[in-house]
C-alpha cells in the first residue's frame, strides 16, 4: 500500500506559484526593456564638453578626456551627455614652434574621424586674435541655446555656416537646454593660481556659469587645491572631478620632442595626424635647424 503524501501549506504554495507565473507574464520582454531604458536616458539633463588648448599636435589621451568624462556621467546616470567639442587656440596664442591652426584643425579633423560624438570648433583659429577661454566656453553656449530656440536655425547674429559642424546632432529634437562644460586635466585648474595668467573674473565665471570635468591622475590630490582657492570653493558643486586610472602619458611634447630627434611614434598617435604630420614635415625640427618647440602639452 502506498501512502498518501500530504503537502503542508498547499494552498500557500499553490498562491506562491500563481504570483510568480503572473510577474513572468508581465515582465517587459527585451525590447521593451531596452525602449523603457533609452527613454528614461532621453529624461536626464542635456550636457556637451568642451576642450580649449594647442592640440599640436592632438594625442589619444586628449580624446580619452572625452570618454573617461562620458563614461562617468552616464554611469553615475545624472546626465546624458550630447556632444563634445574641440577648439584649437589661436596663432596668436604666442607659443613658438606651434603648429599653424590650418594645420592643427587637420590633425584634429583627422583624429576624430572614428568618433561619432566628437567634433572640432575652428571658430577660435578664425578669430581675428587670441581668445580668452571664458569667451569662447560663452560664444559656444551661446550658439547652441540659439539653435535649439530657433528650432535648428544657426542663431540670430550670424549666418548658420561651417560653425554648424561642430554641434552635436539632433539638439533641436528637444527644447531641453544643454550645459556646456569645460573639460581639462588637473594642470589646467592648477593654472588659476598662476599669477596673472586667468582673471579671477574669468575663473568665477566659467566655474559658476559653466562648470569644470578635470580628468585627474591616480595619486593626485585635485581636492586640496580646490580647497586652497576661495572660488573654486565657493562653487565646487560645479567642479567635477574623475580620476583615470589608465594612465596615458604621452603628451604633445614628447610627440615633438621624438619627432625633432628623428625618433618614431608610430602608435603613440593616430596612424591619420601620423602621417599628415609626415606628409606636411611638421614638428622636424631636427631637419629646419631650430630649437626644439616649448612646452605646450594640449
Keep these: 500500500m502506498i501512502a498518501k503524501i500530504s503537502w503542508p501549506n498547499n494552498n500557500i504554495t499553490s498562491e506562491s506559484f500563481r504570483f510568480w507565473f503572473a510577474i513572468s507574464k508581465s515582465r517587459p520582454k527585451p ?21 580649449c588648448g594647442c592640440f599640436s599636435p592632438p594625442t589619444p589621451m586628449h580624446l580619452r578626456m572625452f570618454e573617461i568624462a562620458k563614461d562617468h556621467f552616464e554611469m553615475q546616470g545624472t ?12 596663432d596668436s596664442y604666442g607659443k613658438k614652434g606651434l603648429a599653424s591652426a590650418l594645420d592643427r584643425c587637420a590633425m584634429v579633423k583627422l583624429a576624430t574621424q572614428s568618433s561619432n560624438w566628437i567634433r572640432l570648433s575652428d571658430w577660435e583659429v578664425h578669430q581675428t586674435k587670441w581668445m580668452r577661454t571664458q569667451a569662447v566656453l560663452q560664444h559656444h553656449q551661446n550658439y547652441i541655446n540659439n539653435h535649439i530656440n530657433s528650432g535648428g536655425a544657426g542663431g540670430n547674429d550670424e549666418p548658420d555656416t561651417h560653425l554648424a559642424g561642430w554641434l552635436p546632432r539632433g539638439l533641436h529634437d528637444s527644447r531641453d537646454p544643454v550645459h556646456l562644460k569645460l573639460l581639462c586635466g588637473a594642470d589646467l585648474l592648477e593654472s588659476f593660481a598662476v599669477p596673472g595668467l586667468w582673471s579671477e573674473a574669468d575663473i568665477e565665471d566659467i566655474v559658476a556659469n559653466h562648470g569644470l570635468v578635470v580628468i585627474t591622475r591616480a595619486g593626485s590630490n585635485p581636492g586640496k587645491f580646490i580647497f586652497d582657492s576661495d572660488i573654486l570653493t565657493k562653487y565646487q558643486n560645479n567642479i567635477t572631478l574623475i580620476t583615470n586610472w589608465v594612465p596615458n602619458e604621452v603628451s604633445s611634447t614628447l610627440i615633438r620632442r621624438l619627432l625633432g630627434r ?12 601620423l602621417e599628415y604630420i609626415k606628409r606636411q614635415r ?3 625640427v631636427k631637419s629646419q635647424d631650430a630649437p626644439a618647440p616649448p612646452e605646450c602639452d594640449s
Design 31 to 51: 525590447k521593451k526593456m531596452s525602449a523603457f531604458i533609452e527613454e528614461t536616458k532621453s529624461l536626464l539633463p542635456r550636457i556637451a564638453f568642451i576642450a
Design 79 to 90: 546626465y546624458r551627455v550630447v556632444g563634445g567639442i574641440i577648439s584649437p587656440t589661436h
Design 262 to 273: 628623428g625618433q618614431s611614434v608610430k602608435y603613440l598617435i593616430d596612424d591619420l595626424v
Design 282 to 284: 611638421l614638428f622636424n
